[in-house]
């Protein structure tokens, strides 16, 4: 019987700054900033102990197009791990580690195989005999938009052929377009797998041939939550193997506590911290957002307790754990809800703010500036729907607290 076992991971983007955690205690931000590459090592630990018989990296290696040096030079420590014990690995590059980027070289181990900019077949004679080709390529910019799909060809004369792709699928109007392909189109190729790269979360497109996004190995920011990781596969004439690998040393989750029953700050603590209880996970630490609804206090000392001291408390004795959960945001919304009818009868400011916020939360207005803004398009991400919302539910919570107090 003919079988293969390799690991296919993407997306590593080692050495990522972790913008936006610079306020954490040092001993976190450090082990959050040594997060990526402890990720990367429970990969290569994976490899060696199940002796596969090579491993994909299908883009987005290095988080930056400056590849910094301690990411190479960690980076190439763990590929010598994997020449020593004769695996191969095959890389391609993706739109954060494009090939245009300018970095000082560190030469990498024989047994790392970087796809060219365009689409190489590669063939592999693996210790048992199996004969592989795999096909793939390197971003040569950051934007590629071209159907680089089109490129694959099958070369007949393996027992096995992977496709390596980063792109996206071009069906989703989440991603902007980065090679995009159709599932459609990955399956006329005639693959055994097809190795996707680029899309953080973790989805099997298909499971005949498996079209696969690992996603990443370690969240980066609480949008990415949940575990991380890479895919052990087994392939063989007569079935498909997968099994998912969690790699993350620190994973983003949240929390909806419902605060309804709680008449006190006491019992709103108790019902965090059985919340930050339940996510503790042995030799991992865990960011944590906590949404707690429905709060009704109405004692304005403990109220403002709420506000000012709970996120601390809950913090405290953290930073010193090995399997932290540190809540990196708390959320309160008020039970007691603005009742917007009311206000309008009083003033007719109020009728207006509405009609204008409602204008902004249908279409979409509010942030149009930035986007149309050549640098705003550049470097700010666009907003989910749902950041979209809780960003507008802020800014009127703020401003109907502001006209209360005046
Ligand atoms: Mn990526």
Redesign the pocket.
């Known amino acids: 019987m003919k079988q293969i076992s390799f690991i296919h991971a993407a997306?590593l983007?080692l050495d990522s700054p972790m913008a936006g955690l610079k306020h954490l205690p040092a001993e976190l931000f450090n082990r959050t900033k040594e997060s990526t590459f402890t990720s990367l090592q429970k990969l290569t630990q994976t490899a060696i102990r199940l002796q596969v018989d090579f491993v994909i990296i299908a883009g987005?290696i290095f988080d930056g197009e400056d590849r910094s040096l301690k990411a190479q030079s960690r980076f190439r420590k763990e590929m010598l791990k994997l020449e020593a014990e004769g695996i191969p690995v095959y890389v391609v590059h993706?739109n954060?580690d494009h090939l245009n980027g300018s970095w000082v070289h560190l030469d990498m181990p024989k047994n790392v195989y970087v796809f060219p900019s365009e689409v190489e077949t590669m063939k592999l004679t693996t210790k048992s005999g199996e004969i592989v080709h795999l096909y793939g390529f390197s971003y040569p910019v950051r934007h590629v938009v071209d159907r680089k799909i089109t490129e694959y060809k099958k070369q007949e004369g393996a027992d096995f052929h992977i496709g390596i792709l980063h792109g996206n699928e071009s069906s989703g109007t989440e991603h902007e377009n980065y090679a995009p392909f159709t599932i459609k189109e990955l399956e006329e190729k005639n693959f055994d797998y097809w190795a996707l790269g680029?899309i953080?979360k973790r989805m099997i497109l298909s499971e005949t041939p498996p079209i696969i996004y690992p996603g990443?190995i370690q969240g980066r920011n609480k949008k990415e939550t949940g575990a991380k990781g890479f895919y052990h596969v087994i392939l063989s004439d007569v079935e498909t193997k997968m099994e998912f690998c969690e790699a993350s040393d620190i994973i983003w989750e949240e929390v909806h506590i419902d605060a309804s029953s709680a008449h006190h700050f006491h019992e709103i603590l108790k019902l965090c911290q059985a919340a930050i209880q339940q996510f503790r996970k042995e030799n991992q630490g865990t960011f944590l957002t906590i949404y707690l609804n429905n709060v009704q206090i109405e004692d304005a000392l403990e109220r403002r307790s709420l506000d000012h001291s709970l996120l601390e408390l809950l913090q405290e004795n953290e930073k010193d754990e090995e399997s932290f959960v540190w809540v990196v945001e708390l959320i309160t919304v008020q039970k007691q809800q603005i009742d917007k009818e009311q206000l309008k009868k009083e003033a007719n400011f109020y009728t207006e703010l509405f009609s204008i916020i409602e204008h902004y939360e249908h279409k979409d207005r509010a942030l149009a500036p930035v986007y149309e803004h050549p640098l705003g398009r550049k470097y700010v991400s666009p907003l989910a729907e749902t950041e979209q919302r809780e960003l507008i539910q802020q800014a009127e919570k703020l401003l109907i607290e502001l006209l209360y107090e005046e």
């Open positions: 997306d983007h987005d993706g954060h680029h953080h990443n």
